[in-house]
């Protein structure tokens, strides 16, 4: 085996990694013209670097991500098929790790809630929604949600739902 033949042969393990590591994404196209767009594409913009390239399989990997991504945006790569839920998650991965078009990524939805959260959020639903003897016979049955309607109650955050009566003419 040439020195030249361990370098393609690293270079096709890293395309093979690749294509494996993105395979739920790449069931969505045409594998022959993202292969073709690929070669194209690395040969007119890193063609003094693919060489060094093909000893770190790291960086050619990182160099066909930017590839992809790049003629998937500019709509040289077009999709079969909508991406399905895992292939969207892969393309977000790959926006991440390329840092192409991270800024049309959506926001992180936010984290959920704790059980304590969820319970002020039902004390304070149950406060304004139920009667008051419901209310005390949910806190009589759970230790927790009394717990919290008393923590609740001392720190103001129950509103009133009595209406005050104002004398006419003052």
Known sequence: MSRFDK?????????????????????????????????????????????AAAKNPTQLRQ???VAFVTLLDRGTLVPLSE????AADGLAELRKKTGIGV???????????????????QVLNDWRNLPAAKVRAKANGNRTYSQMLNELANSGALESSVTALTRAGA
Do not use: S, W
């Not at 991406?83 to 895992?86: D, S, T, Y």
């Not at 990524?105 to 304590?116: I, K």
């Open 7 to 51: 370098y393609k042969t690293k270079a096709d393990m890293a395309e093979g990694e690749f294509f494996f590591e993105n395979r739920e994404l790449f069931g969505h196209f045409d594998l022959n013209e993202v292969k073709a767009g690929l070669i194209a594409y690395l040969k007119l913009n890193y063609a003094n670097d693919l060489a």
């Open 63 to 65: 160099m066909f991500g």
């Open 83 to 86: 991406l399905n839920a895992e």
């Open 103 to 121: 800024e049309t990524l959506p926001a992180p939805p936010p984290p959920a809630l704790t059980a304590a959260e969820l319970l002020r959020e």
